[in-house]
């Protein structure tokens, strides 16, 4: 059977990818990438490097794509939407804009969300208008 599009489940797996890129690069417990190579910078190990490299290459992944897919104005209201909804959360105390911890993790949160979105984009935009995007023409026909 072909997949007409990633449904529900495709789009929590991205989600679940990004989270586990964005959190492991960086978050406020102290436990991620940044904080490691921080302890370590003068005594870096090929550990430090090769989870490195593999990070960089998952953030050049999701970051390509999400801006192929959103553009930058796509990119822009995302981003404009995500803050939005964190303002109206702040808004109607769910959280205090004082606290930098909390703060911290609702915007990785967003940018989860947003790079979710974007790797996620032309499937629902096919979805939605039956339109196909192209990223590469064969012109050898």
Not at 56 to 76: D, E, N, Q, V, Y
């Amino acid at each position: 059977m072909a997949l007409k599009g990633i449904g529900w489940s495709g789009f929590f797996l991205r989600l679940l990818a990004a989270f586990v890129l964005v959190f492991s690069s960086y978050n406020p417990s102290g436990y991620s990438y940044y904080h490691w190579l921080s302890n370590h910078i003068s005594s870096p190990t090929p550990w430090i490097a090769l989870v490195g490299i593999l990070l960089l290459a998952g953030w050049a992944i999701f970051l390509r794509a999400t801006l192929r897919s959103l553009g930058p104005l796509g990119l822009f209201l995302s981003a404009a939407f995500m803050a939005v909804l964190l303002w109206m959360m702040i808004d109607w105390g769910w959280f205090h804009a004082d606290s930098l911890k909390a703060v911290s993790y609702l915007i990785l949160v967003v940018l989860c969300w947003i790079l979710a979105i974007g790797v996620s984009w032309s499937h629902i935009r096919r979805r939605i208008t039956g339109q196909v995007d192209v990223d590469e023409v064969d012109t050898d026909l």
